[in-house]
C-alpha cells in the first residue's frame, strides 16, 4: 500500500460533477438557453431535487472549504430569504406544472444560523405552489451549537426527518485548533433530542486528516459514535487548499497527517466503524443496514450529485441562494457566490448565476461512467450509447491501475477492486476527458489521500 500511496496521491475532483467546475466553457449557457434546459427536463420528469444555500455563520471555522459569510448580525436573514423566495418564483414561471419536489436540503454556511420563525417563513414560501412527492426527503445541516429545540420541532413540522450535524471530531483540542465553537454534549444534546421529536435519520459529518489529529482521536471519536449511533457517517478527507481557503493558513503544512499517516487515519476510522455495524457506501460515507442510503447501494439506485450521495435520482437539480449550483442534465449553473451580487441580481429579475456549462453528448457519457464508478464501483459500455473516443482514450489511461490490480479490465466493462477503493477519485480522473485536454495549470484540487 505504501508504494500505491506515493504512486497514486495526486490532486484530484471529488467528481460531484462532470466536467468539474474549473473545466466548465468560459461562455456560461445563456439566460434562454438555461431556461429552456429545464423546461426540456422538467417536461421529461417534473420531479425535481431543490436545494437552498443559507450561507451564514457566526463563527469562522478554520478548515471549511464551504462558501459561507462571517456575520452575527441577523438582520441579514430577511432580505436573503425574500431573495431565495424572488429566484424559486422565477423558476416557477417555467413550469407548465405544479413542481413535484423530491428532495429538498438546506445547505450551507449554518441553516440553523437563521431563526426558526425565518426559517418556517422560507419552507413555506418555496411548498406554496409546489407539490411534495410521497416518498420524499426534507434535510439540513445544523450546527451542533447554534441548533436550539425549537429548530428542531419548526423543522420537523415543515417536513423535515433527516438531519446532518457538523461534528468533525469530538476532541476539545482538535475543535479548538480549528476554531469549531461546540462541544461533545452539544452533539450529544441535539442528537438524542432529534430522536425524541421524530427525525428517522441523523448523520455526522466526521474529518480525518485534521491538524494534529491522531489515531487517538479517530478512537475518541469512534467510542462517541458508538454510544450515540448515528444512522449515517460522512467521513471526509480534509482538503487542505490554503490557495483558495485562507483562513486555512492558520496552521502549517507541518500540523497536518500526510500520505501513510492520513491513510492511517482512514483506515482506523473504517474499521472502527464497520465493528460498529456501519458499511461503507461509495466514496468517504458509511451507513447502518437500516439506513436509505445502505438500501439504496445494495440495490443499485444509490445516485451522486452536488450534494454529495442520495438515494434518490431527479433529472433536474435546482440550487437556489449564494453560490448554489443547479443541473438539468444538459447543462450545469452556478449563482453568483457573494451575497451582495446574489441579491442584486435577483432583485434586478436577472438569473443569479456567472458561470455554467452546456454539456456535450460526449461529456454526458462520461458523465454517466463517472457517476457508475462512484456509486456502484464499475461501469459498461456494451452498447454504443455509451461509448465515444474520450472512453477509449480513458481506457488507455487505466493500464497501470489494472497492472496494480485496482481494476479489473475486461472487454466492455471495468469494476474496481476492494484494493481500488482508495483510489477511486485516481481512476475516475482517467476518465475525465476535460482535464486530460487542459491540465490544470495552477492548483486546482486536494490530494486524493
Not at 422560507?122 to 412527492?133: D, F, M, R, V, Y
Not at 461512467?369 to 472512453?391: F, G, Q, Y
Not at 474496481?416 to 477511486?424: L, R
Amino acid at each position: 500500500m505504501k508504494n500505491l500511496l506515493t504512486k497514486y496521491n495526486v490532486a484530484a475532483p471529488r467528481y460531484t460533477s462532470y466536467p468539474t467546475v474549473p473545466y466548465w466553457d468560459k461562455q456560461p449557457p445563456t439566460e434562454n438557453e438555461w431556461y429552456q434546459s429545464v423546461i426540456d427536463s422538467a417536461e421529461q420528469n417534473n420531479e425535481i431535487s431543490l436545494y437552498v444555500h443559507l450561507p451564514f455563520c457566526e463563527n469562522l471555522c478554520t478548515y471549511c472549504g464551504c462558501n459561507k459569510r462571517i456575520t452575527k448580525n441577523h438582520r441579514v436573514e430577511e432580505p436573503y430569504i425574500n431573495a431565495v423566495l424572488t429566484e424559486w418564483k422565477n423558476y416557477l414561471k417555467l413550469f407548465s406544472s405544479k413542481p413535484i419536489i423530491r428532495t429538498l436540503h438546506f445547505g450551507g454556511g449554518s441553516p440553523t444560523f437563521f431563526q426558526p420563525e425565518n426559517l418556517e417563513r422560507l419552507i413555506s414560501g418555496l411548498l406554496q405552489n409546489a407539490e411534495i412527492a410521497p416518498n420524499c426527503e426534507f434535510s439540513f445541516e445544523a450546527h451542533p451549537h447554534t441548533t436550539t429545540i425549537e429548530h428542531l420541532n419548526v423543522l420537523y413540522r415543515m417536513g423535515f426527518r433527516r438531519i446532518s450535524l457538523g461534528v468533525q471530531d469530538f476532541s476539545d483540542e482538535i475543535l479548538q485548533m480549528i476554531n469549531r465553537k461546540q462541544t461533545a454534549a452539544e452533539v450529544h444534546e441535539v442528537t438524542l433530542e432529534a430522536r425524541k421529536i421524530g427525525y428517522e435519520s441523523i448523520n455526522y459529518d466526521i474529518i480525518y486528516g485534521l491538524p494534529t489529529q491522531s489515531p487517538k482521536h479517530i478512537f475518541e471519536t469512534a467510542k462517541q459514535i458508538e454510544l450515540l449511533k448515528p444512522d449515517r457517517i460522512a467521513y471526509y478527507s480534509y482538503a487542505h487548499v490554503p490557495w483558495i481557503k485562507p483562513s486555512q493558513r492558520a496552521y502549517s503544512v507541518a500540523d497536518l497527517p500526510l500520505g501513510e499517516a492520513k491513510r492511517l487515519l482512514y483506515e482506523t476510522g473504517k474499521d472502527l466503524l464497520e465493528d460498529l455495524g456501519y458499511h461503507e457506501i461509495g466514496l468517504d460515507h458509511f451507513a447502518l443496514e437500516t439506513d436509505e442510503l445502505y438500501k439504496a447501494q445494495a440495490e443499485g439506485r444509490l445516485h451522486r450529485n452536488f450534494m454529495g450521495y442520495t438515494p434518490h435520482y431527479t433529472r433536474l437539480s435546482i440550487g437556489l441562494g449564494a453560490s448554489a449550483i443547479s443541473d438539468s442534465w444538459g447543462a450545469y449553473i452556478q449563482n453568483e457566490k457573494q451575497v451582495e451580487a446574489y441579491q442584486e441580481k435577483v432583485s434586478t429579475q436577472v438569473i443569479p448565476f456567472y458561470r455554467g456549462h452546456q454539456l456535450t453528448s460526449e461529456d454526458q457519457i462520461i458523465r454517466q461512467h463517472i457517476l457508475n464508478l462512484m456509486c456502484h464501483k464499475e461501469t459498461s459500455w456494451s452498447t454504443p450509447d455509451l461509448r465515444t473516443d474520450a472512453l477509449y482514450e480513458g481506457l488507455d489511461r487505466l493500464q497501470t491501475f489494472a497492472e496494480d490490480r485496482l481494476i479489473e479490465l475486461q472487454p466492455f466493462f471495468l469494476k474496481i477492486t476492494p484494493e481500488g477503493q482508495p483510489f477511486m477519485r485516481n481512476i475516475c480522473l482517467a476518465f475525465d476527458a476535460k482535464y486530460w485536454e487542459k491540465k490544470p495549470e495552477g492548483k486546482l484540487f486536494s490530494q486524493v489521500v
